[in-house]
Every structure is written in structure tokens, then in C-alpha cells.
């Protein structure tokens, strides 16, 4: 951790250019690059921290009085990658041992990777270009909440979760806040020297109640939109408050009736659709998936590439934007792991498919000359690969209200929360649960409903969207850790959208 | 990798900057080499090293705190250290905690393989090559992974606590797709010695799933099917099933093992005669280590299911559910043996080959994976999920047309409730991160929920 201090220095320190000590680190592995051959060469070099504060509340054995276990957890891990393209072929090789002499032999490995693998290439790397960055990047925040004391973390997650445990019909609470920083630089021999910072901030509430009389366990969350902001973030989750709206739900969820499966209309609120855009929007339009580099794990794409720029994918409502450049977003950064400037861009377009996410040794394989800077590696022993971007629905227009969309409804389910998620490997088949499910009957909102989950073919789901709210009520929820590539990697990852509709999607009830 | 000596020497260095009377470490240290190929062509590979320490901190009280790093010179670890106890300190205290373990006897496991523990580019290209050489010969389009990793792990505490062990894993999957995108097949082995890896078999069997299925797909409507799952889907329901067992969970009413109304079915026979579920470390097939968890005294409170000597655990035997898992906190509130999680599992087969099983099946569907498996209700381990890179009919005992795939929603309870017929049982890869020592089964009345289009 010392070194990783020294050279990452303060989140908060003003520069704009990186720290000298990491850009000599850097230029050990460019310089043993060259010497080796590579054609192409970069180095991260990263630091990782993630801070867990929480608490569980449950009841002790064969009582029902509670026992109340705290979890404090800070955990760093810090480590450099080296890329290189030798013989028009990738090496990697990553290393902890954050010296310019191990910096050196490293690079070496990676060639030694890259040469061996030359013997069996389907083509050579080409790499769409890009300008030469020197630079420095902070993400937006007001406070770190890696300075601010766990007692007072603990304090506001015990608050919360006893508010909940309150009612002694609960039967657990659980809560934690969570907060991950990633500090990176970049260096290239293309020229570019990117230092970026980006502080992750998440709280989570969760009930739990059970009748042991008829086998049923109900747990209902309250996700708050976990955002790239500091400690600020907090307070606006209003934990304190929800709390006993979370505790009366989940009570109630807990004798709702089962749905009664069948076509009915959905209003999706974007606690819950945010997942939905994930994998069926999200996913489907990964590059990488459309030319099958993902077909042994993830899988391939239905949106296959002779489809970019006429398939209609989904309702002329549909506006949907790739974008690692909005305030907030998990996936926001200036730069990507290629170095490559962050952007907005077109996804769909009134329903149309418009554009993939892209990287640099992609774009050319499209016709296209740039990359769209959708490359990230989870950690510092991570390949960079093609990874999403914040993909956000656009909202509705103005003064459509989530109450507009309900009134329209005859027989219908509003679904908050994510829960559930299930789509197969071209993106089609999919079947989502949620957190909470009330019926919608008459233009009105009901009590609520249990064992709902819904199924339905992406485009088919897309085109029987009819109603989008305005922007007041656009939220951007998101997840921190999508799955993806061997050796699998996280990503994190928004998925803003306001409350939607979708006429006459299949309702199954689940067991 | 670091050596016994050398994590002893570590481990021993961090308790000596320890002032709070607990301190429990543990060490990963690992080096791991992989090749990733798609399109008939290597694309992304690597050789990685990673290093790590977790400490978790403990005061008189019964406060803790943990912290985790990678850079291990004397003055990280010192900082590791007094980071894990200024949280103990400012934490509070954990209701759940139990007393560290003393020094154990862990038990001697065989699961290192030199060969694998240094293998690199030269062992491992030649299994892509041949399964590349195959999907050309074949006019197909190959894509894959193959990786092996070696690891040395310690643990150790303030109560004179050590352990040490190094182990090494490897594994080989691939697809291959037909040039139209109508067809797939996949195949994949996993072993602790990349000896038993052979890319040529493995390319062979996933280019006749593709070529099999390379015709007209009959689509069927969803509804219950007797199905024969290969051992991969077997591998990754038997993985879901193993998150059943806790007492805890089953005592107090979330668990496929409460009874409604309270109490639980252990000594309940619930399956058939046939089905015995054991976790087996001993096994030389499985990367298990000697002790249960990362070491360090449990996960969420301090409720111990850590560092205890790993054993031979039976869950269910001859259909009846044997044990439950206990960490040394419930232990001791329920006046019990502490009990590890299912880990290292293994489903006994029967004396029968994947042939025999298809000859014994008059009408029902052979799947090769599952996939995107996920909970509908953890209670009751209800699932949801899909079939993927080959489903065939199979009639009067023999596999005649290809199938669409299907979304499926069942539980592993029910699949196992209603296997009629196993294999032999082998080290399988789910396609969830799964690997257990699973047979191929013959399961009545899958449901198969409705008609996926993907391919």
C-alpha cells in the first residue's frame, strides 16, 4: 500500500498532469517493448480499493431475540498489466511486484505470449487510431467516503436496519454501504500518459420476513442507484426514511396473493428496467458477441452485423444512447483502457439499431475508423477487453407522468426492483423476476401480488413499449459487477431510463 | 509462488505487528497461464501472477476487522495490520464470534501436478491447434478457452494456528459454430493435471454436436420432458443444491430443508435409493484445500465455518439427507459438531455409459449444457435458466433430430427427486463456474418453459 500512496497520491491532489513516478514506471515497459520488437505497447497500473461496512440483524437460535453482527472490510490490491502486439499478435502479462525491474522482465513474459500465439492467428491486430493524451482525471465527487469513519457508516446502517427490525413480524434486516475506488494509469507507446481516479459509492437495505405455517420467505430491498460520487451520495439515499416503507413492504409481500399468469401490460420502474436494458439492450449490441469472440462463454448476438443501421429493433419511442461520458455513471471515465477519449453515441435510434459498442481492435472490422472507447479491464491482471457502457434509455416527453402510464392499464403489473434474471446467449429468450410486484386493474394501482416473473423475445419486448416517462422521473440505476470473458471479469455499469410500459407481455407465475 | 517456509515467515511477520489479542491471516499466492481463441484464431492470452494477504482483526471484546492487500513489504504489512485494527476497534462487538482455533491436523491432499504448475504456451497451444485443425477440417468456426493456474495458500492466527498447501487446476472448453450460425456444439474437460486435457477429443465431440445439429430443428412445444442432462448440467444443478444445507437456514425456515411448520428433513428420505451426494476431498480430481473456507474465523460475523480440517462429509445417502452444514457459532447453540458447507462435491453414478442411458429413454430431449441459470426462490431452490449448444430428440433409444433450445424453470431438488438413471460419475464443468464430480442422468418430467430461438 505504501508505494501504491506514494505513487497514486491524494484522490483529491490538483494536476493535470500524471504523477512523474508512474509515467518512469510506464516507460520501462514501453522502452522494453520497443527493444523486443513489439509494434504496439501499453502498461496499467492500478490500485483497487473496496471498503465494506454492514450489518445483519437476525434472530438468535430457537428465539426470537436478535443478534446484531457488524462486517467491516477494507481491501487493496495493487499490480500492473503490459499489453504488447508482436508479429501482429496480443501478449499480456501482469504482475504485483510494482518495480521497474519487474516492470522489465514482465514485458518480456508478455512478448514471449505474444510470439508463441502468432502461430495460430486468425489475422493480424489492427488498431483503429487514436490521439495521444496527456493527462489527469478525476471523477466528480464532494467528499471521499474512504476519510469518512466507520463508525459513522455503522451507525447509519445499524440506524436503518433496526427501524426495519422494528416490527417483530421481521424476520431479518440487513444493510451495508459499499464503496470502491479505482486508481489507474495509463501509458502507451502511441504517446499517451492518462492518470484517472474514480470513487464508487452504493447503500443497500434489505427486509426479510418468512411464514414458517406455509414454507414462504419474502425479501424486499431498497436499491438505491449506485453512482460514481462520494460520501455526498449518501445522505440522498434517505436510508433512514425508507427504512419503515421497506419493513411495511415487505410484510405486505409476504401474504400477497400469487399473480394469476397470463398476457398483461407492464410498468416498469427503473429500479427493475434498468436490468431489463442490461441484458437485452446492453448485451446485444456488444461487438465483440456480433463477431463471436464471446461464442464459448457469453455467446454471440442476435443483432448480427449485416443488421447495424436498419434493424428495427424496438418501438419509435426507443432512444438509446451508449455513453461512458454522463454524470454519475458507473461506467463514466475520461479515457478508456486503450487510451481512447470517452464518447456518447447512438445505440437506437427511434426503435432502429444504430451502432455497436466498439474498441480499437474492433472498429476496422466494421468499416468504421474509430473506436467508440468501450475497453476496460477489471483489475490490473485483467486483458482489456470490450465492456459496456452506461446504456440509457431517453426519456419519454415532457409531463408523461408514471401515473399516465398506469391510468392507461387495464390489467396490468408495475414492478420495482430487480430480482430474477435470466437470457439466453443470442439475446432473445428472457425471464425476469423483480423485487416488489403490485397489480395495476382499472387505470389503478393495487395491492400487491407475489411469484411474478415476466418472459418475452427482446425485439418483440421492445416494440410493445408505448409509454416512457419524462425526465423528472429518469433515475439511473446500475450493477457493479456484469460478468463477462475468460478469465470472467466484472464491470460496472448505469443503466439510466424513466418508468416505462409494455403492452401484453406474458405473466408467468413462478413456484 | 511462495514456499512453505516462506509463508510461514510471512504469516509470522504479520502476527508479530498484531497488538489486539486476535489475528488471523491468510496467504494466496498464484500463477496462472491462458489462451482465449475465437474465430479459428488465438485472440487474448496471459501469464499472470497475483499475491495477496487478508487479516482479519480481533479485540478482547469480540470487535473485528478485516483488510486485505497485495504488496507485501514490511511496512504494507504493517499498515495491513494496524488498517485491520483501527476498524476492530472502531467496529463493535459481534454477538457471533468464537474463540480462534488453536493448531490442527489437516489432512495430507495430493491435488499438485508439476507438469500443470509450469506449464505455459508450448503445452497449451497444441490443444487449441488441434481443436482449430478440427473446426477447418470441418468447416466450422471454433472459439475456446484453456488455462491452468497454481496456487499456494497458508493460514495462521495468534493461536498458533498453520496451515499450507499448494495446488494447481486446469481446464479446456470450446464451441463450434456452424458457418450459417444454425448449429453449435460444445465440449469441455477439466482436470488437476493438464495431462488429462486433450484438445483433439474435446474439438472432436463439440464438432459433431454442431454438425449434428446442423439441420432442420424440430421446434416442440414447451412442457415436462424426460431429459438426459450431460454431466455439465448435472455438475451446475448439483453446485446450486449444495447452498441448501445450512442448519441455519434450514432451522429457522429458509432452506429447501425446513419443514413447513417448523423443524427440518434431516433423516428424511427424499430422493430416490440411488442418489448419495458426498463432498470428497481426498478426491485427486478436485482443487481442494485441507481446510474449510478462506481461513479466518467466517464470512458475515465472525460464526467460524473457516480453517477446520476438511473431511469426507456425506449429504445425502441412499436418498436420505444425512447431514447439515454447522459453523462453530450455530454449532454451539445447537449443541453439535461443527460441519463444513458442501464443498468438493460428489454425486455417485451408476454403472451405465451415456449410451445406456439414451438407449433406456423412449421419448425425451439429450441437453449438453445448461446456462444463465439464476434463483426464482432461494428457499426453495427454484430455478430458472436455458439449454445451450445442443439439444437432440432422442426416440425409441436412439438420438434422432435436432431440437430448439428452451428456457427451463425447475429446482435441483425436483431434478433430483426424479432422476431414473445415472452414469458413471467424472470431474464435469458447469457452465456456471461449477465443477463438480457429476454423472450424466436420466430426469423425468423437466420442465421446459418456453422455446428459446438463440442459438
Known amino acids: 500500500m505504501l508505494l501504491a500512496n506514494e505513487i497514486f497520491g491524494s484522490p483529491t491532489e490538483s494536476s493535470s498532469k500524471p504523477n512523474p513516478k508512474l509515467v518512469k514506471l510506464g516507460a520501462v515497459a514501453l522502452a522494453e517493448a520497443r527493444k523486443q520488437g513489439a509494434s504496439y505497447a501499453d502498461i496499467r497500473i492500478g490500485r483497487y480499493r473496496n471498503q465494506i461496512s454492514g450489518y445483519r440483524l437476525s434472530p438468535e437460535r430457537g428465539s426470537n431475540k436478535t443478534s446484531e453482527v457488524p462486517i467491516v472490510t477494507n481491501r487493496h490490491s495493487f499490480g500492473f498489466g503490459v499489453r504488447v502486439i508482436v508479429n501482429g499478435q496480443w501478449g499480456f502479462a501482469a504482475s504485483p511486484i510494482v518495480t521497474a525491474e519487474e516492470i522489465a522482465r514482465i514485458t518480456r513474459e508478455a512478448v514471449i505470449v505474444a510470439k508463441a500465439n502468432a502461430a495460430l492467428q486468425a489475422s493480424p491486430v489492427v488498431l483503429a487510431p487514436t490521439k495521444a493524451y496527456v493527462d489527469r482525471w478525476v471523477s466528480p465527487f464532494e467528499k471521499d467516503p474512504f476519510e469518512v469513519s466507520v463508525d459513522e457508516k455503522l451507525d447509519l446502517i445499524h440506524s436503518a436496519a433496526s427501524a426495519i427490525k422494528k416490527d417483530p413480524k421481521v424476520f431479518a434486516a440487513n444493510g451495508s454501504l459499499v464503496f470502491r475506488g479505482e486508481d489507474k494509469y495509463f501509458a502507451s507507446t502511441e504517446g499517451s500518459s492518462i492518470q484517472q481516479y474514480n470513487i464508487q459509492s452504493a447503500p443497500r437495505l434489505a427486509a426479510t420476513a418468512i411464514d414458517r405455517d406455509q414454507g414462504i420467505s419474502r425479501t424486499r430491498n431498497y436499491k438505491v442507484e449506485p453512482q460514481s460520487a462520494g460520501w455526498e451520495w449518501i445522505p440522498k439515499a434517505n436510508l433512514g426514511e425508507n427504512a419503515p416503507r421497506i419493513r411495511e413492504e415487505v410484510l405486505e409481500a409476504l401474504t400477497a396473493p400469487p399473480v394469476k399468469p397470463g398476457k398483461k401490460d407492464l410498468v416498469l420502474m427503473p429500479s427493475h428496467l434498468w436490468l431489463t436494458i442490461h441484458e437485452s439492450i446492453g448485451h446485444s449490441t456488444e461487438l465483440d458477441r456480433a463477431l463471436g469472440y464471446e461464442a464459448n462463454f457469453a455467446g454471440t448476438s442476435f443483432l448480427t452485423t449485416e443488421k447495424m443501421g436498419n434493424f428495427s429493433f424496438g418501438s419509435d419511442l426507443v432512444n438509446i444512447f451508449g455513453d461512458r461520458t454522463n454524470k454519475g455513471g458507473l461506467a463514466t471515465v475520461k479515457y478508456d483502457d486503450d487510451g481512447v477519449l470517452t464518447t456518447k453515441f447512438p445505440i437506437i435510434e427511434k426503435g432502429v439499431f444504430k451502432h455497436y459498442q466498439t474498441i480499437r481492435d474492433q472498429a476496422h472490422l466494421i468499416g468504421e475508423n474509430e473506436s467508440r472507447g468501450c475497453c476496460y479491464a477489471d483489475s490490473w491482471s485483467s486483458v482489456p477487453f470490450q465492456r459496456m457502457p452506461n446504456v440509457w434509455l431517453a426519456p419519454g416527453e415532457q409531463n408523461v407522468t408514471p401515473d399516465d402510464l ?62 416512457i416517462a419524462s425526465s423528472s422521473y429518469w433515475q439511473q440505476f446500475g450493477a457493479p459487477n456484469d460478468g463477462k470473458g475468460e478469465p470472467e471479469q466484472i464491470n460496472a455499469v448505469s443503466h439510466g431510463c424513466a418508468p416505462s410500459r409494455f403492452r401484453q407481455i406474458n405473466v408467468l407465475l413462478t413456484d | 509462488m511462495l514456499s512453505q517456509q516462506d509463508a510461514k515467515n510471512l504469516i509470522e511477520k504479520v502476527l508479530s505487528y498484531s497488538k489486539l489479542p486476535g489475528c488471523d491471516v491468510s496467504v494466496n499466492s498464484e500463477e496462472s497461464a491462458f489462451i482465449r481463441f475465437a474465430n479459428n484464431g488465438i485472440t487474448t492470452s496471459g501469464y499472470v501472477l497475483e499475491q495477496s494477504v487478508s487479516i482479519s482483526s480481533t479485540t478482547e471484546d469480540g470487535r473485528r476487522g478485516s483488510s486485505g492487500a497485495n504488496e507485501l513489504t514490511d511496512e504494507s504489512l504493517k499498515e495491513s495490520v494496524e488498517e485491520a485494527e483501527r476498524l476492530a476497534a472502531i467496529s463493535r462487538p459481534d454477538p457471533e464470534i468464537v474463540p480462534a482455533l488453536g493448531q490442527q491436523k489437516y489432512p495430507e491432499l495430493h491435488n499438485y501436478d508439476a507438469f500443470t504448475g509450469s506449464a505455459r504456451g508450448d503445452v497449451m497451444i497444441p490443444h487449441v491447434k488441434a481443436i482449430i485443425d478440427c473446426a477447418r477440417k470441418n468447416q466450422l468456426i471454433s ?86 442432462l450431460e454431466p455439465s448440467g448435472a455438475s451446475d444443478l448439483i453446485g446450486f443444491l449444495g447452498f441448501g444445507f445450512g442448519a441455519r437456514q434450514a432451522e429457522q425456515g429458509q432452506s429447501f430443508l425446513s419443514k413447513q411448520g417448523g423443524g427440518t428433513h434431516l433423516g428424511d428420505k427424499l430422493f430416490p435409493e440411488f442418489i448419495t451426494l458426498r463432498t470428497d476431498p481426498f478426491n485427486p480430481k478436485l482443487p481442494a484445500l485441507p481446510w474449510t473456507g478462506g481461513g479466518g474465523r467466517g464470512g458475515f460475523g465472525g460464526g467460524g465455518g473457516g480453517s477446520l480440517p476438511t473431511d469426507k462429509i456425506t449429504w445425502i445417502e441412499n436418498g436420505v439427507v444425512k447431514n447439515l452444514s454447522y459453523d462453530r457459532f450455530w454449532a454451539s447453540k445447537a449443541g453439535k459438531q461443527p460441519t463444513p458447507g458442501p464443498a468438493d462435491l460428489v454425486l455417485d453414478g451408476q454403472d451405465h455409459s451415456l449410451e445406456d442411458l439414451i438407449q433406456s429413454v423412449d421419448r425425451g430431449l439429450l441437453i449438453t449444457r445448461l446456462w444463465y441459470i439464476r434463483f426464482l426462490q432461494q428457499r426453495t431452490l427454484q430455478l430458472t435458466g436455458l439449454t445451450r449448444d445442443g439439444v437432440f430428440l432422442v426416440e425409441n433409444g436412439k438420438v434422432t433430430d435436432p431440437v430448439t433450445n428452451f428456457r427451463w424453470n425447475e429446482s435441483p431438488v425436483r431434478v433430483l427427486q426424479n432422476a431414473k438413471r445415472l452414469t458413471k460419475s467424472a470431474r464435469a464443468l458447469g457452465s456456471e463456474g461449477g465443477s463438480t464430480i457429476a454423472p450424466a442422468m436420466v430426469v423425468a418430467d423437466f420442465n421446459l418453459a418456453s422455446v428459446s430461438d438463440a442459438v
Open chain 2, 143 to 228: 472459439a475456446g478457452f484453456i488455462e491452468r493456474s497454481a496456487r499456494a495458500v497458508a493460514i495462521g492466527n495468534k493461536a498458533g494456528l498453520f496451515g499450507y498447501h499448494t495446488l494447481t487446476d486446469s481446464s479446456l472448453s470450446n464451441t463450434m459454430r456452424n458457418k450459417g450460425g444454425t448449429s453449435s456444439g460444445w465440449a469441455s474437460q477439466t482436470s488437476v493435471s493438464l495431462k488429462d486435457i486433450d484438445g483433439e477429443s474435446a474439438g472432436r465431440i463439440s464438432s459433431e454436436k454442431c454438425l449434428r445439429g446442423a439441420g432442420a430443428k424440430r421446434k416442440l412445444d414447451p412442457g415436462k420432458y424426460t431429459v438426459i
Open chain 1, 406 to 467: 398506469i391510468s392507461g392499464v387495464e390489467d396490468g403489473i408495475l414492478i420495482e426492483g430487480d430480482g430474477s434474471f435470466s437470457i439466453d446467449q443470442q439475446r432473445y429468450n428472457f425471464q425476469f423476476g423483480g423485487d416488489a410486484f403490485w397489480e395495476i386493474r382499472g387505470g389503478k394501482k393495487r395491492g400487491m401480488v407475489s411469484r411474478v416473473a415476466y418472459q418475452s423475445k427482446t425485439t418483440d419486448f421492445w416494440h410493445a413499449c408505448d409509454g
